[in-house]
């Protein structure tokens, strides 16, 4: 049986016997007005972060979403594109789909505003998306693709680059690893199928993003997840997962690499009424402006006694410049 396999026969298990706080990090859901979310779509919250990030759902979007698990980032999409078919919710195993369905009734019972029809419930698989190409505003995915092997990986990002629109956005959520999963974990299709040995470093991970095309690269969060300990994995120290909650745009890679925004600033120190690198980075002095990490490194290699670059904050949403 292959890895795949043994994660779609897990998740078919526990779409029909719940587990608990199975991988996510025990948070708060994400409260928004009107909404309730019923308790068996909450038990059934499979995801280490979360993709519904309001900011990115102005303007009534259609949104792919793979991988229902219970319905819940399903029916909080829906809050913002309130339509029939708004939401595509894609899921390989008929068990996932049967639940996420059963759930959204009764978000329905519950939300006088939502609709079942809002959300298209599709069998597929993230290799092969049921969607035309560039036709979707935006693309997510919770706590999926670190299962997959860096190969198959490649392919889901491959496929997700394909469906989404030009300027279109892929929001994800995944744990990271702190240091190479080693080899014996690796191999181990039960845990990660558990979302605990599947994680690429954060390098790695915004690499693969930056390899498929993507040009720009948010980061809207990054959080300890998990410790595997060293006695219980068989590991020579203590290994620490995080959760990395990204947003990936599809716009072009400029010339000098890709953008990626991680929280930093340039800061003018000067006393001048402004400085102008000719970049297109006008300062004034004191007044921070977010910039991606490329351009926070170009700054301060430029003008090391001007420039103070702030360190990553791991939480960016929006504005600054590349």
């Known amino acids: 049986m292959s890895y795949l396999e043994t994660t779609a026969q897990f998740y078919s298990d526990v779409a029909q016997d719940p587990m608990v706080g199975l991988c996510c990090v025990q948070s708060t859901p994400l409260q928004l007005p009107g909404l309730t979310v019923p308790v068996q779509m909450q038990e059934m919250n499979y995801g280490c972060g979360t993709t519904v990030h309001p900011a990115e759902l102005s303007g009534d979007p259609t949104v792919l ?120 974990l690796q191999a181990d299709e039960r845990l990660r199928a558990l979302c605990l040995s599947g994680a690429l470093t954060y390098e790695d991970y ?19 997840y998990r410790l595997l300990d060293a006695v219980t994995y068989n590991l020579d120290q203590a290994l620490l997962l995080e959760s990395l909650d990204s947003v990936s745009f599809k716009v072009p890679i400029p010339e000098d690499g890709a953008c990626i925004f991680t929280g930093k600033t340039a800061i003018y120190a000067g006393t001048e009424e402004y400085l102008d690198d000719n970049a297109g980075h006008i300062m004034q002095p004191g007044v921070p402006l977010a910039v991606c990490d490329k351009t926070a490194g170009k700054l301060g290699d430029r003008f090391p006694d001007e420039i103070v670059v ?7 949403d929006g504005g600054g410049c590349c």
Request: glycine share 6%.
């Open 65 to 184: 979403y793979v991988g229902v698990g219970g319905g819940l980032e399903a029916l909080q999409f829906a809050y913002f594109s309130r339509r029939p078919s708004a939401i595509v919710a894609v899921d390989p195993v008929d068990a996932m789909r049967d639940a996420a369905a059963r759930n959204l009734q009764v978000a329905a019972q519950e939300n006088e505003w939502f609709d079942p029809s809002f959300v298209d419930i599709r069998i597929g698989d993230a290799f092969e998306l049921p969607i035309p190409d560039n036709s979707v505003d935006v693309m997510a995915q919770n706590c999926l693709f670190n299962i997959f092997e860096p190969e198959d990986l490649a392919r889901a990002l491959k496929e997700a680059y394909r469906v989404i629109k030009p300027g279109g956005r892929l929001i994800m959520s995944d744990p990271i690893a702190t240091r190479p999963i080693p080899p014996h």
């Open 310 to 316: 702030t360190q990553s904050t791991w939480f960016y």
């Open 206 to 224: 915004t690499q693969a993003l930056i390899d498929t095309g993507f040009g720009q690269v948010e980061i809207r969060a990054r959080r300890p």
